[in-house]
């Protein structure tokens, strides 16, 4: 990772946004990247897909926003008017992702929707980690966001608090639910808050990192369990009612979940791509008939998918990238009511110039960190 200059973007379409970035972030999904995980990640891509700014230029066909707007970007990129956008299934849209390494996952046809700073695979479309962007689909994607409201509050529209909204909902978490959260990053946390809003009973976090854990139960009157000093589902097992489980689970940790000496090897040979470890553990920790809700990133075949229990247990499982764009509205209006405060989390603050740093920080757990905020 490192910061470079390199020439402004351009308008290349009519419907493109020229952004001046206010604001931008590094999410766990960015770690991805960092560590070498993702496929069609190339040297010199620009990384970032949760940023925010001010609209600088926009092309001929734009009417939507204009210069001086300031907006949030989703970092789904979708068109609007296909077939998935217009079924409100944004992250499936079939227009955007048309770059070569689409076709790299030959099983997936159409792709899906191109991603900000996402590797090549999601379009190879430059992030936000940077002074300024240029923004496809310019009369669809940026949300305008009213000037009373800080960068802060309102930066993780464009990623994290949608992605952890719908991760509760597919859950079907409401009043009296209970819910167990594996993964106390960015998006857990935040799951946690949304989980809290809905009025969820019983919320129950999980990881090994102390200081998230304690945050989680500080914050969000969380149940807070620790992977390394016992076994997460028979613990949330036998704190539920009736021993049964809860009603739904949430896998906010994704592919790299560390799991068995076997998936470590498996995983190295490039004989499979994901872990199964947090799957398995979300399997046993929900009752008959619940909801396994994943919004943490799988990037290929997983060992040890106990589809036979999850098919004993009458399970459900939603999952996929987020379908940002539908929820904005209402997320937005849950901000400005002081429901939600999503800046609570954040616990860095830096320069662009000193992203590197900021990566190293949070990829090691370093200094209790949560969330890393850059501003150019």
Not at 179 to 194: F, R
Not at 273 to 298: H, N
Not at 328 to 352: C, F, K
Request: include cysteine; glycine fraction near 10%; hydrophobic fraction near 40%.
């Amino acid at each position: 990772m490192r910061v470079d200059n390199v020439p402004d973007p351009k308008l290349q379409e009519k419907d493109d946004v020229i952004l001046r970035v206010t604001a931008t972030a590094i999410c766990g999904s960015d770690l991805h990247l960092y560590r070498g995980k993702m496929p069609a990640t190339e040297e010199g891509d620009i990384f970032g897909h949760e940023f925010m700014g001010v609209v600088e230029e926009v092309g001929s066909e734009v009417t939507a926003v204009k210069k001086g707007d300031r907006v949030v970007i989703p970092f789904v990129i979708a068109c609007g008017n296909c077939f998935f956008c217009q079924h409100d299934l944004m992250s499936a849209c079939e227009t955007t992702n048309t770059g070569p390494g689409a076709a790299i996952n030959k099983k997936i046809i159409p792709p899906p929707a191109a991603l900000f700073g996402f590797s090549h695979l999601y379009g190879g479309i430059p992030g936000g980690q940077a002074e300024f962007v240029r923004v496809p689909k310019g009369n669809f994607g940026p949300f305008k966001v009213p000037g009373s409201l800080s960068d802060e509050k309102v930066l993780f529209l464009s990623d994290i608090l949608p992605t952890a909204w719908q991760a509760v909902t597919n859950a079907n978490i409401t009043k009296g639910s209970t819910v167990a959260i594996y993964g106390a990053g960015p998006v857990g946390l935040l799951s946690a808050a949304c989980a809290k809003m809905l009025g969820a009973e019983q919320i129950f976090v999980v990881d090994h990192n102390d200081y998230r854990l304690q945050y989680a139960k500080d914050t969000y009157g969380a149940i807070p369990v620790n992977f390394d000093k016992v076994d997460a589902a028979e613990f949330i097992i036998e704190q539920t009612k009736g021993h049964r489980g809860v009603d739904g689970v949430i896998d906010a940790i994704g592919f790299e979940a560390k799991g068995s000496i076997l998936e470590t090897i498996m995983t190295n040979l490039k004989i499979e791509g994901s872990s199964g470890a947090a799957l398995r553990q979300c399997i046993a920790a929900v009752r008959r008939g619940g909801v396994v809700s994943v919004p943490g990133v799988y990037a290929g075949p997983i060992h040890g998918f106990l589809f036979g229990d999850a098919f004993d247990k009458g399970l459900t499982f939603k999952m996929g990238q987020t379908h940002v764009h539908k929820y904005l509205p209402q997320l937005l209006e849950y901000i400005e009511n002081g429901d939600l405060s999503p800046e609570a989390i954040i616990t860095h603050r830096m320069n662009l110039s000193d992203a590197a740093k900021g990566y190293e920080i949070f990829e090691k757990r370093e200094e209790e960190c949560r969330k890393v905020i850059l501003t150019p």
